[in-house]
């Protein structure tokens, strides 16, 4: 697309370069043609982005769409000055809760609203939102970066998008066959993930840029609190729908904001309750770190953060070996943390 006649001087006086604008999406197009797949049918750069939907074999089609940010993690992003991986973020919070329902990711669209538009930071964002979309196998078909001068610091910017996917009626998950004795399988996480980062600022300081951030850490492996802060979120959607092809999965619960608590519930129907054996979860070390440094509550870290489990999958306890064997086999480990049991009042235990 031809932009040489296309610049505002006045509008650049007002704080806001088009030019730059087209040259972020220069600079982003090497990183969306990585997650070109079969239903895109244009570039980026128009007014929409055009997908044809892949429906063969299927007896009746449903689109399953998702919406959501990476939360107050960009902060910590932007005092790192590192941006390459929190695109990732952006795009597993989406796809992660689509795959819940049995959605395989079709396409996604980002949005990123900047202080400023520099286009080497914009093309680093995006770049980390087409590996978030290489590794769940959706086509990034477009976007928008919206340039807000006075509304924030220059060097601020917001990151959010949603997904589309989709899965025939009958294999959507909806968790009526959910029965007593079903087994809870747990898929580690990779740390924070992109929630609970309110709570982080707090306990570490991270809004005035605490020094001890950045402290290389022994109960981290070596790690710096800031660098294990900002491990992107894991992207559970291959193994997930491998699994969907052997076993018969009765409920799938993507662990995030509200935790435990809040998240296991939505996938368990009335009069049943997940049971979770909370030894056998397997903490990781930044969740000791923040409920250390904060004197968090264990009921509250297990009400805010994953604590080492990303999503939580409910199978028929004759296919455990099966499942854990065939999401190994796609790259994913995976153990028992919990059963299915009869409970009017309550839907999880700790």
Known sequence: MDHKNSHSASYAAAGV??????????????????????????????????????????????????????????????????????GIDAVAMCVNDIICVGAKPLFFLDYIACGKNVPEKIAEIVGGVAEGCVQSGAALIGGETAEHPGLMPVEDYDLAGFAVGIVDKKKIIDNTKMAVGDVVIALPSTGIHSNGFSLCRKVFDIDNNNPELYVAREELGGKSIAEALLVPTKIYVKPVLALLEKCSVKGISHITGGGFYENIPRSIPDGLCAKIDKSAIKVLPIFDVIAKWGNIPERDMFNTYNMGVGM???????????????????????????????????????
């Open 17 to 86: 370069d088009i030019t730059a604008g087209y040259r972020a999406v220069e600079l982003m197009k090497k990183h969306v043609a990585r997650t070109r797949n079969e239903g895109c049918l244009d570039d980026v750069g128009g007014f929409g982005g055009c997908f044809g939907l892949p429906i063969a074999g299927m007896e009746e089609p449903v689109l399953v769409s998702g919406t959501d940010g990476c939360g107050t993690k960009v902060k910590l992003a932007i005092l790192m000055d590192k941006h390459d991986t929190i």
């Open 312 to 350: 939580s999958i409910v199978v028929p306890a004759e296919q455990v070996e099966l499942a854990l064997e065939t999401l190994k086999a796609n790259g994913q480990d995976a153990y028992v943390i919990g059963e299915i049991i009869a409970n009017d009042e309550e839907k999880v235990i700790l």
